[in-house]
């Protein structure tokens, strides 16, 4: 129950708080809880708990093993793991005999819900506003009214990416793709361009290209990449994804990070290979086999300079990379599928100054960040440590492990084992290679 008079009362204290409850700070509280000494609460402005409702196509699936679920790659024995949430529902035998390739992203939804309702402490339709800084503590004011706390965990989400060529355009029929399942747009006999070649444009143009009732006259799906390419999902890659790297990343100099980010691109936002295989073959389907209407338009190498209103809809114009000539499409829908981004949550902005900022929050190796904020109070953040923490950092992969650190640091003990599990690759150099250079510089020096 939200506590009505808390706005006129002293705030509520807690020991931790986190704002957002997404997988992140849902992840944070299954932990926390069986752990049972600490006092937490998380805050989420949506009515109940829900994952990127705007892009759950019925058929999107997991882009990870099930098994980098909330916990089971810190706590196997969690009764808030995926395969306790099956066997509780009766459907552990069902769900191997399914044998999916990959579990569907509204299960997995559905699973996150069983977990938040479950752990006291989560409140929904819970706005924060404004984090202040007041008699020595975090303040944290929004529509469930104040709460204070010495340890807040930031896990709000990253902020949809809207290219400038269409900054000042969003409109009913122009959309960033985490819009795209909230607008009841038709879709009947329309041109549609789903700019962006990852995984949610493709999912996007799946879904566009599938539909029977309502389908569209053209689609176009427009990329700045070279080709629709794949996402990097072999073993080597994978290694990425582990806190072995996770650490040595941390570890290296701004620049290396910055170069090592684009190169492992695809191991991050390519699109899965069994999602391209299924669209290759839908477009065999409607060039070849079926009597349909429908116009298709793939055209990669592209990048959206600009756009305006055209005699009906709009006119895009498309840059290519290599030819220098301009291209136009005319068009009545534009879906953009173009990302996220890290920015400073506007709740902070009365604190802004205070933290340390260089295209995003710098992070100690607990993830809580710098800011010169009372020596008491700390502010952790969840999925802003790209560039500190590599290409795994937003993704649901390392949530358990980040979380282990995180409450390990809150506890000022070792309540989780998060030692890395050694990787099969040897990135660091080995100590004693490292002792040697140390001596030769010192001994030249
Ligand atoms: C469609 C989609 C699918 C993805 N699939 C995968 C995948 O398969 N595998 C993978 O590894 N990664 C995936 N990712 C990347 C990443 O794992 C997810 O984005 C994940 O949801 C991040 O979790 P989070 O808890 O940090 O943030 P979010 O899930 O974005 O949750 C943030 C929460 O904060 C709340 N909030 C924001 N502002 C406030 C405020 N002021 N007050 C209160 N609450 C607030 C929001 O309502 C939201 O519930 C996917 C991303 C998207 C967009």
């Known amino acids: 129950m939200r506590p009505l008079t808390q706005s006129i009362m002293r705030p509520a204290k807690r020991d931790v708080m986190g704002i957002g409850i997404g997988p992140s700070n849902l992840s944070l509280a299954a932990l926390l809880h069986p752990i049972g000494r600490l006092n937490a609460t998380f805050l989420d402005q949506k009515p109940e708990f829900q994952w990127h409702p705007g892009l759950m196509m019925p058929d999107a699936s997991l882009q990870v093993h099930f098994l980098k679920d909330l916990v089971s790659l810190v706590d196997p024995t969690s009764r808030y793991s995926f395969l306790s949430f099956l066997a509780k ?22 699973y996150y819900r069983w977990v938040s309702k479950q752990i006291p402490g989560l409140l929904f339709d819970s706005s924060v506003e404004n984090v202040a800084v007041e008699d020595g503590a975090l303040t944290l004011h929004g529509s469930s009214g104040r709460w204070r706390t010495g340890r807040l965990v930031i896990g709000s989400g990253l902020t949809p990416y809207i290219p400038p060529a269409a900054v000042d355009m969003i409109c009913p029929t122009v959309m960033h793709a985490s819009d795209f399942m909230h607008r009841k747009i038709s879709f009947t006999d329309k041109r549609i361009s789903v700019i962006g070649g990852g995984q949610t444009g493709a999912e996007i143009f799946k879904h566009l290209i599938e539909l029977t009732a309502g389908a569209p006259y053209r689609v176009d799906w427009i990329s700045r990449r070279a080709n629709f390419l794949p996402l990097d999902e072999s073993a080597f890659t994978n290694e990425l994804y582990t806190p072995e790297y996770s650490d040595y990343f941390f570890d290296l ?29 839908r477009i065999y389907e409607i ?17 959206l300079v600009s756009m305006c209103k055209g005699e009906r809809g709009w006119r895009l114009t498309l840059q290519h990379a290599h030819r220098d000539i301009p291209e136009t499409v005319d068009t009545d829908i534009v879906i953009l599928a173009t990302g996220y981004i890290t920015s400073l949550p506007p709740y902070l902005s009365s604190i802004a100054k205070r933290i340390a900022w260089d295209d995003g929050f710098q992070v100690e190796e607990d993830f809580s960040i710098q800011w010169d904020g009372p020596p008491n109070c700390k502010i952790y953040v969840q999925g802003y440590a790209r560039n500190q923490r590599g290409v795994a950092d937003p993704n649901l992969g390392l949530i358990p492990w980040r979380n282990a650190t995180i409450i390990n640091s809150i506890m000022g003990a070792q309540l989780y084992e998060c030692s890395p599990q050694k990787s099969f690759i040897d990135w660091e150099v080995p100590l004693t290679d490292h002792e040697d250079a140390t001596l030769l510089t010192s001994i030249q020096g």
């Open 89 to 110: 529902k009766g459907r552990l035998l069902q769900f191997i005999n399914a044998s999916f390739s990959r579990v569907l992203r509204c299960e997995f939804e559905e």
């Open 253 to 281: 100099p701004r620049n290396t990070r910055a170069s090592l980010i684009c190169e492992q691109k695809l191991a991050s936002d390519g699109v899965s290979g069994i999602l391209l295989s299924s669209i290759f073959r």
């Open 287 to 303: 060039q070849y086999l079926r009597s349909s209407f429908l116009e298709l338009s793939l055209r990669p190498a592209r990048e």
